[in-house]
T-cell receptor, first 113, second 119 residues
């Protein structure tokens, strides 16, 4: 069975500081991994995805994530936080059955001025 | 392209009432999904349809039914609403493709959600 654990339900950073959102996965097969962002009262939007090509994946809005098989991790980073980054972030792993995604519980990112 | 659309955006029901949430996509995707989102629990899959004419249960199917009306539309029905079904419901779609020996697919595209309250 596949699962995703996001460490920290809430992360707060200052504007301009490094953003690090943690995600660990469990999978019996090589996984596909995703990060989604949800702005208030909106649906989910894809930030980036890992599909077994490069281990360092670049996404939209300056975010990137690195796939580390030895650590079963796929942490999301951004060098410098912006106020507009305040949102909820979800990590997800693929399930080979019909393309289903297994989501983590989410991490709410707050950015202080 | 509108992407994934959902109706209604908001709904208030009384316990025992029924309703259908509508979802449509215009991206010619094969697969469609219904999720519910509750605080601290992420998104949980209710039902999905890997292709037109097929539907399967997800993680939390009890109290729900679905219909894949055609390739574009995938509806979710609550036959007898309960307060535990108060949630935000999201529909999603993806272009499921097959590569080599295992399924491969593009990302899922999400609708804006339906906020449902059951009193």
């Amino acid at each position: 069975a596949q699962s995703v654990t996001q460490l920290g339900s809430h992360v707060s950073v200052s504007e301009g500081a490094l953003v690090l959102l943690r995600c660990n996965y469990s999978s019996s097969v090589p996984p596909y991994l995703f990060w989604y962002v949800q702005y208030p009262n909106q649906g989910l939007q894809l930030l980036l995805k890992y599909t077994s090509a490069a281990t360092l994946v670049k996404g939209i809005n300056g975010f990137e994530a690195e796939f580390k098989k030895s650590e079963t991790s796929f942490h999301l980073t951004k060098p410098s936080a912006h106020m507009s980054d305040a949102a909820e972030y979800f990590c997800a792993v693929s399930n080979n059955q019909g393309g289903k995604l297994i989501f983590g519980q989410g991490t709410e990112l707050s950015v202080k001025p | 392209n509108a992407g994934v659309t959902q109706t209604p955006k908001f709904q208030v029901l009384k316990t025992g009432q029924s309703m259908t949430l509508q979802c449509a996509q215009d991206m010619n995707h094969n697969s469609m999904y219904w999720y519910r989102q509750d605080p601290g629990m992420g998104l949980r899959l209710i039902y999905y349809s890997a292709s037109e004419g097929t539907t399967d249960k997800g993680e939390v199917p009890n109290g729900y039914n679905v219909s894949r009306l055609n390739k574009r539309e995938f509806s979710l029905r609550l036959e007898s609403a309960a307060p535990s079904q108060t949630s935000v419901y999201f529909c999603a779609s993806s272009a499921l493709t097959r590569r080599y020996y295992r399924d491969s697919y593009n990302e899922q595209f999400f609708g804006p959600g339906t906020r449902l309250t059951v009193l």
